[in-house]
């Protein structure tokens, strides 16, 4: 069946570090991939999305690229800020499948200034 | 403004007491989602429903049921044969069933704790 697998962390950064969250995925059909966030005690927001190979979203300073070929979509932000913490998810849907989400088990990022 | 909504923020249970969360959009959805979030086990399926008086069980429905007379409306009770029922329980939307662009939209959970 479908899954995603995503780094799990927790994970600590100093303000204006560098992130990275990996994400790959397993999928029957031609997902489309999402990257939600929750912030403390909130339900999830969609940061971005991608629905074909090749393509980027970005949103708030944060991107991801769908690589059909590596199978993966991870979520970069060049210079974080402790508004930041949250935790990440990455999630599939595919249009082979039916319409819905297979979610990673997320990750916790603490941004300290 | 449209959004969803789930109430109540938290719930507090007695165990062999059934209980039901309520979740309401005023999106115009056609589907609605129910998942379970536990910790470091990120989200699960419970149930959902691609249309008015339809529904469907996703990954770990037993336990639980849900009821959709309603669009905007698609309350899950838990009842007391779920063993473990303590966790942060979140509705969600989408626009168009059967599409894998649709992102889904999320209420802000309700948190159930079983005493």
């Known amino acids: 069946g479908d899954s995603v697998t995503q780094m799990e962390g927790p994970v600590t950064l100093s303000e204006e570090a560098f992130l990275t969250i990996n994400c790959t995925y397993t999928?029957?059909?031609?997902?489309?991939l999402f990257w939600y966030v929750q912030y403390p005690g909130e339900g999830l927001q969609l940061l971005l999305k991608a629905t074909k190979a090749d393509d980027k979203g970005s949103n708030k300073g944060f991107e991801a690229t769908y690589r059909k070929e590596t199978t993966s979509f991870h979520l970069e932000k060049g210079s974080v800020q402790v508004s930041d913490s949250a935790v990440y998810f990455c999630?599939?849907?595919?249009?082979?499948?039916?319409?819905?989400?297979?979610f990673g088990k997320g990750m916790k990022l603490t941004v300290n200034p | 403004d449209g959004g969803i909504t789930q109430s109540p923020k938290y719930l507090f249970r007695k165990e062999g007491q059934n209980v039901t969360l309520s979740c309401e959009q005023n999106l115009n959805h056609d589907a609605m989602y129910w998942y379970r979030q536990d910790p470091g086990q990120g989200l699960r399926l419970i149930y959902y429903?691609?249309?008015?008086?339809?529904?469907q069980k996703g990954d770990i429905a037993e336990g639980y049921s849900v009821s959709r007379e309603k669009k905007e409306s698609f309350p899950l009770t838990v009842t007391s044969a779920q063993k473990n029922p303590t966790a942060f329980y979140l509705c969600a939307s989408s626009p168009t069933p059967g599409s894998s662009y649709n992102e889904q939209f999320f209420g802000p959970g309700t948190r159930l704790t079983v005493l």
């Open positions: 429903s691609q249309i008015v008086n339809d529904f």
């Open positions: 999630a599939l849907s595919d249009w082979g499948g039916s319409e819905k989400l297979v």
């Open positions: 999928a029957t059909g031609y997902p489309s």
